[in-house]
């Protein structure tokens, strides 16, 4: 049952967990980092920017969590990139208990990842659905989170099976609500999956922020150059926005409570913006498992990456 009062101090004991986390140099992975660090799981935290990713490191650090503090270099536009975080980890670690597929970008001009995708969907979607499926060998543990970050702005999201890339036409905004939608269509789908095969000890969880103050608000307006967009997105947070600090409590919820495979975890404050994390209700377009099943096998084909199923289920029940 939800509480309505949960917060970070009621994050259970970590000790000797593996936890990931992309995006952990900033924002709501740099808190969430903090609070798996604080209750003693080893956090690797990985991060694109290596020198933002071993300040904050350094930050953390000085905080004297209990836990370990690790920064490998993680570049979810770059397929190489997530290729080689994830045979690096499985060098280093033999389990991986929780999953944060968290790092993103948002409303930016349009661009194109290393491997030809269009920014949003490739680093949002594409980028986690391949560093899924790359760690799935080391979810061999009792209680296994993958925990996939999400947003409201879903709701507004289609996916666009004709134009993926959006190469025909393109609306930042658009192309952002498709990205946060795929990344739920993979969260419940992977749990389905997980279900078909028997596999008990990996749990699939969506979750979203509400409206946490980040630096994601204005990369979109630095990178059009306007001071207008960025000023107003500044007053906006000021006024309207939690802290990332509260933006986080979400994804922690998702990660270590007794949540159901294929929850979504929102903030139950004013309009699902703010508050305390709760089990909710995403969009009925969210559920859809057709349209799931095909971006599944759009993103194998994409990617490279399959899902290895059996292997999983076969390891975790030794």
Not at 140 to 169: A, K, M, P
Not at 197 to 207: D, F, L, Q
Not at 226 to 243: D, E, G, H, L, Y
């Amino acid at each position: 049952m939800t509480r309505d009062d949960w917060t970070a101090a009621d994050v259970p004991r970590l000790d000797g967990q593996t936890v990931v986390v992309t995006g952990a140099n900033s924002g709501l992975g740099y808190h969430a980092t903090r609070a798996f660090a604080h209750r003693g799981a080893h956090v690797v935290m990985a991060c694109r920017d290596m020198k933002r990713g071993e300040e904050a490191r350094g930050e953390l650090a000085a905080s004297r969590p209990s836990g370990a503090l690790e920064l490998q270099k993680l570049d979810l536009a770059d397929l190489d990139s997530v290729r080689t975080f994830a045979e690096t980890f499985a060098d280093v670690h033999d389990r991986l208990d929780v999953l944060c597929n968290n790092a993103g970008v948002m409303a930016i001009p349009r661009g194109e990842t290393e491997d030809g995708f269009e920014t949003q969907f490739g680093v949002n979607h594409l980028g986690h659905f391949a560093l899924t499926g790359l760690l799935l060998d080391q979810m061999t543990g009792e209680d296994v989170r993958v925990v996939t970050q999400s947003s409201g702005v879903h709701e507004s999201g289609e996916i666009g099976f004709d134009d993926l890339q959006s190469e025909e036409s393109y609306d930042e905004w658009d192309a952002y609500a498709q990205s946060k939608l795929a990344n739920l269509l993979f969260a419940y789908e992977l749990q389905r999956r997980l279900d078909d095969e028997g596999i008990e000890n990996v749990r699939s969880v969506g979750c979203h922020p509400g409206y946490a103050a980040t630096n994601l608000q204005y990369r979109g307006p630095e990178a059009k150059g306007s001071r207008v967009r960025k000023t107003a997105m500044r007053v906006a947070n000021a006024i309207f926005a939690q802290s990332a600090e509260w933006g986080a409590l979400p994804m922690l919820y998702a990660a270590t409570e007794d949540v159901p495979g294929g929850s979504y975890v929102g903030p139950g404050g004013l309009m699902n913006m703010r508050g305390h994390p709760e089990v909710q209700e995403s969009s009925e377009r969210s559920y859809d498992e057709v349209a799931a099943g095909r971006l599944w096998s759009v993103s194998e084909e994409l990617t490279g990456v399959e899902y290895d199923f059996e292997a999983l289920a076969d390891a975790s029940s030794e």
